[in-house]
């Protein structure tokens, strides 16, 4: 079946401006998580949603970064004023409920200038 | 509070050659550990995790780890590196009794593992 896919898979944008990255989860998985990939360093967890709610986002590092999963299902991560310091790979990842095991997304890579 | 330490971040090995990548975690509770892979350009992929029972793992592509308690260590092995073996490869950790809230998983830096021909 369908893995998780990510849209755009590329973003260059301007510092100050908005940016939205899509994730469509594995269908049916319940918790889906969004993490950040610096140059250089392993994946750091921003936020877990199961279901429609936001169960944990402590890895959020400002009030500049939001997410939403409305239906459940696709989620959308929001960056609002862009910095320079935010380029990075935004990895989505899901699972189903009660499964310890994460499905990855190829990410997106985003550039500010 | 939890944390990963992959020694190396750059390993090279010939083909053929035995396949060693290190991995040690610091965790208050007895963790689940795991072992992802990245190829240029694609997103994670699970080689093996371990979670409860049999120490000894084995994943897929030939790879297996072992889960150390003594040594908080979970290294990565393969006996023969192939080719198609070169990419980077992550260690991470959850706790499973985080709240019964999430899994969200704590990375390593990565290693990027080089084969020659």
């Known amino acids: 079946g369908a893995g998780v896919s990510q849209t755009p898979s590329n973003k260059v944008t301007e510092k100050g401006k908005y940016v939205e990255l899509r994730c469509d989860p594995i269908s049916g998985h319940t918790a889906l998580y969004w993490y950040r990939q610096s140059l250089g360093q392993g994946p750091e967890f921003l936020i877990y949603f199961q279901g429609t709610g936001a169960a944990d986002d402590s890895g959020l590092p400002n009030d500049r970064f939001f997410a939403v999963r409305p239906e459940g299902s696709v989620s959308t991560l929001k960056i609002q004023r862009t910095e320079r310091g935010d380029s990075a790979v935004y990895l989505c990842?899901?699972?189903?409920?009660?499964?310890?095991?994460?499905?990855f997304g190829p990410g997106t890579r985003l550039t500010v200038l | 509070a939890q944390s990963v330490t992959q020694l190396g971040s750059h390993v090279s090995v010939s083909e053929g050659a035995l396949v060693l990548l290190r991995c040690n975690y610091s965790?208050?509770?007895?963790?689940?550990l795991f072992w992802y892979v990245q190829y240029p350009n694609q997103g994670l992929q699970l080689l093996l995790k371990y979670t409860t029972g049999a120490t000894l793992v084995k994943g897929i592509n030939g790879f297996e780890a072992e889960f150390k308690k003594s040594e908080t260590s979970f290294h990565l092995t393969k006996p023969s590196a192939h080719m198609s073996d070169a990419a980077e490869y992550f260690c991470?950790?959850?706790?499973?009794?985080?709240?019964?809230?999430?899994?969200?998983?704590?990375f390593g830096t990565g290693t990027l593992l080089a084969v020659q021909p």
């Open positions: 991470a950790v959850s706790d499973p009794n985080y709240g019964g809230a999430t899994n969200k998983l704590i």
């Open positions: 990842a899901s699972s189903p409920v009660g499964v310890d095991t994460q499905y």
């Open positions: 965790s208050s509770v007895p963790p689940y």
